[in-house]
């Protein structure tokens, strides 16, 4: 009797006797990325799991999600785990790119779901992505200025990293068709290197631009704009995707008001299911910022549990099943819109122009479209 006890014990402190056995996918996102992907788990489990077999996240923080370094040895334990059906992540290009090269070593699944760099469609036949390379975006803002009629001188700030370094490169490149340049062309050090503050506004302002073009993230920019525009104040500031996150807020100060940003969705126009997605974000995280990565990191889950649901439940069946979308298998129907990938993983380019408020973001229609050369 007391040993039948220590295994109905042992039992219900595990999975559960006769309980089924949980699906299990990777997920190594920063906090903005993995509130999108639990709430996608959670209404998978809601909805009767995958086939009856729950649906478990193995999620690890830190900063395996940004740091290349760290992300090796987080992929390496996710696509050491045979447990693992796919992965999830990670949250920037430089993370993704170095974690890559382990899931395509094991053939391990991984979605990254806001990874722009260009390399990433190189990175191998198990990586697949949700917004397409910047070899895009780059020609799309270079678009936006060349349609400007009133011809601005432009400044070019890019953050010295992989994301950075290639916008900055498609960016120019399209400038340089129309035989124009910038008047300032310079790189900065992102997060706690970016301490010379004042000679980098100082230097952007002696070009005198009427336009900057941000190629890097919100937290630099707020702290350079207060310098830049007491030199500048009728500059215009045109932002890569980079800028958009967890970090943008509503500005309550008016430093980034006016800031104009690329975006992957359409906040103007939102398809019911994604705009019943934000008004769930909004009462679940009240004041918080609603993200591009937020509701990319929830289609990815969903897209994974369909992929194992009809494909199989093995690594290659899974693989095979993203691979076929759009082709032998019908697209899959996303929060915002069909999902397909091309022979390299990587989705149809689309991008939006949203512009920060001192109420929020709202959209901004732009009448350009991305050069076919860039398609």
């Known amino acids: 009797m007391r040993r039948l006890l220590l295994v109905a014990i042992s039992c219900l402190v595990s999975v559960g006797c006769g309980s089924p056995k949980p699906i299990r996918i990777g997920l190594v996102l920063d906090g903005d990325g993995e509130r999108g992907a639990t709430l996608a788990a959670t209404d998978v489990n809601a909805e009767g799991g995958i086939r009856g077999h729950p649906l478990q996240l193995q999620i690890l923080r830190g900063l395996s999600s940004t740091s290349a370094k760290v992300a090796l040895a987080a992929a390496e334990s996710l696509a050491t785990d045979p447990t693992i059906l796919a992965v999830v992540g990670h949250t920037n290009s430089s993370a993704s790119l170095a974690a890559a090269q382990v899931y395509n070593e094991h053939h391990l699944v991984q979605i990254a779901p806001t990874t722009t760099a260009p390399l990433f469609s ?83 302002a002696r070009s005198r631009p009427r336009l900057l073009v941000w190629l890097g993230r919100a937290p630099e920019l707020r702290r350079l704009l207060p310098t830049l525009r007491a030199e500048l104040p009728h500059l215009r500031v045109l932002a890569s995707d980079g800028f958009s996150g967890p970090g943008l807020r509503v500005d309550t100060t008016g430093g980034i008001v ?68 759009g082709s032998t298998r019908p697209a899959f129907p996303g929060i915002s819109g069909p999902i397909t990938f091309d022979a390299h993983g990587d989705p149809s380019p689309s991008y939006y122009v949203a512009e920060v408020t001192s109420t929020g973001s709202k959209a901004v229609d732009v009448a350009v479209s991305i050069p076919r050369s860039h398609r």
């Open 122 to 204: 190189q990175a191998g036949r198990y990586s697949f992505r949700l917004v397409a390379s910047d070899s895009h975006q780059g020609a799309f803002l270079a678009s936006i200025v060349l349609a400007d009629s009133t011809h601005p001188r432009t400044a070019l700030a890019y953050v010295n990293d992989d994301f950075g370094r290639a916008l900055h490169e498609t960016f120019v490149r399209g400038l340089s068709a129309r035989g124009i340049s910038p008047v300032y062309e310079g790189p900065y050090s992102d997060g706690k290197g970016f301490d010379d503050i004042a000679d980098v506004a100082h230097a952007i």
């Open 258 to 325: 006016g800031v104009r940003y690329i975006r992957f969705l359409d906040i103007g126009n939102p398809t019911p299911a994604e705009q019943a997605l934000r008004e769930r974000f909004n009462r679940i995280w009240a004041g918080e910022e609603y993200t591009d990565q937020y509701l990319m990191a929830y289609q990815a889950v969903r897209l994974l549990a369909e992929a194992i649901r009809d494909g199989g439940d093995d690594r290659e069946a899974i693989r095979n099943y993203l691979s076929e979308l």
